[in-house]
Nanobody, 115 residues
Framework: QVQLVESGGGLVQPGGSLRLSCAAS????????MGWYRQTPGTERELVAVITNGGDRNYADSVKDRFNIFRDNAENTVDLRMNSLKPEDTAVYYC?????????WGQGTQVTVSS
């Protein structure tokens, strides 16, 4: 099992940047994949970015070239660095971990992009 705690959300103007951080309660070295999802009211949770324990990254088309995901196995954290934010990036962002067939979620952190 692993507990995930997100931090770093908030209000930012369009074009601005934010960094989200996800802290895991145990070593993430053996966790197959960690990532970030987001959800807005009335919609399904969608993948934003994922990084495997081998370092492979995958991004949603809507965030490519603007967001970057980083995994620090020594600190047991996964960061999402978001640049050139747009109003449509407004959502609750959730940290996710997959270990074999098990999935774990954080409680979510709100990101609001507005002037």
């Amino acid at each position: 099992q692993v507990q995930l705690v997100e931090s770093g959300g908030g209000l930012v103007q369009p074009g601005g940047s934010l960094r989200l951080s996800c802290a895991a309660s145990r070593s993430i070295f053996s966790i197959d994949a960690m990532g970030w999802y987001r959800q807005t009211p009335g919609t399904e949770r969608e993948l934003v970015a994922v990084i495997t324990n081998g370092g492979d990254r995958n991004y949603a088309d809507s965030v490519k070239d603007r967001f970057n995901i980083f995994r620090d196995n020594a600190e047991n954290t996964v960061d999402l660095r978001m640049n050139s934010l747009k109003p449509e990036d407004t959502a609750v962002y959730y940290c996710h971990a997959r270990m074999n067939e098990y999935h774990y979620w954080g409680q979510g952190t709100q990101v609001t992009v507005s002037s």
